[in-house]
């Protein structure tokens, strides 16, 4: 596998974007979540980050053609952190995995049961920083911290080392990420991810359709991503047949339709059979 994404002092830009979106979504008063990390983790890269995206997404001399990206950026949010905190009420639900982990807050903004084991894989450089803007504020887990980059060959290897255990049941969140890596990488990210996975364990991810990556009124933000030296690179506009090949019994929901709302996408939902339309997918489901 290539490299994911460029790092920038000394993480990468669309990590730090995420947390500068929310920072923002936490001081809106309709607020669909609280990350009070969240500004800590950006600093002072916040603004210019979530400028450049308003200027490419709102732009001021015509209609809004993009996803609101602040809006995305919420509801994903939100939907992964119900799902997350749904997985782990079962009982036999000892393990979660975020891969990659990035500037996310969960081991530390949200509770989780005692018997939990908390596992985020990303770069040493990645969580090095993270660890620096969050020191001395505790997880609410037994939280490990796998120091490795996903495009390694042994990172499978270091995680079992961390403690993680492919005989128990877990849960996996690919959040930001499968689009940014060539096809074939994002097959065998799953593929791999599965052979790790128990019968009946969780996986959750975020994933675009094939035409967000080519139609036209799509390229202000994708010249935006791929200036920053991560381009969208993956789509698929079956995500349950992608998932379904890996042993994955999934369901794929698009913002806007139930349970991917939360009163906040401004747009049509297009029907899947519309075809050369834009999507993102939120795609949840089990081992089978």
């Known amino acids: 596998m290539t490299d994911v994404l460029d790092p920038v002092d000394p993480v990468e830009r669309t990590a730090l974007l995420t947390a500068a979106l929310r920072a923002a979504e936490s001081r809106r008063e309709d607020r669909l979540y609280t990350d009070p990390y969240a500004a800590r983790l950006v600093g002072d890269a916040g603004p210019g980050l979530v400028a450049e995206i308003r200027e490419a997404t709102f732009p001021p001399d015509r209609p809004r053609h993009l ?3 602040p809006d995305y950026n919420a509801i994903r949010t939100r939907f992964f952190d119900d799902l997350l905190q749904e997985a782990v009420q079962d009982r036999e639900m000892t393990q979660l995995v975020l891969a990659p982990a990035g500037m996310d807050s969960r081991a530390y903004r949200l509770p989780w049961p005692d018997r939990l084991r908390y ?6 450089s990645v969580l090095a920083f993270k660890a620096e803007r969050l020191r001395g504020v505790a997880p609410r887990v037994a939280h490990t911290t796998v120091a490795v980059d996903l495009t390694a060959d042994d990172w499978e290897e270091r995680l079992l080392a961390s403690g993680y255990d492919p005989r128990r049941p877990s849960t996996w969140l690919l959040e930001g990420l499968l689009y940014y890596i060539p096809e074939q990488d994002a097959h065998r990210m799953l593929e791999r991810v599965a052979a790790l996975c128990a019968p009946g364990s969780r996986i959750a991810a975020d994933l675009v359709n094939s035409s967000a990556l080519t139609l036209p009124h799509m390229r202000a933000l994708l010249d935006v991503f791929a200036g920053w030296g991560c381009p969208w690179l993956f789509g698929s506009d079956e995500p349950e047949a992608l998932f379904g090949r890996y042993g994955f019994d999934v369901e794929a ?5 139930p349970g991917a709302d939360f009163g906040r996408w401004p747009d049509p939902v297009p029907a899947r059979a519309v075809r050369d339309v834009r999507r993102v997918f939120f795609v949840h489901g089990r081992r089978r």
């Open 67 to 69: 996803p609101s990206t």
């Open 119 to 124: 596992f985020e894989i990303d770069r040493p």
């Open 253 to 257: 929901v698009q913002p806007g339709e």
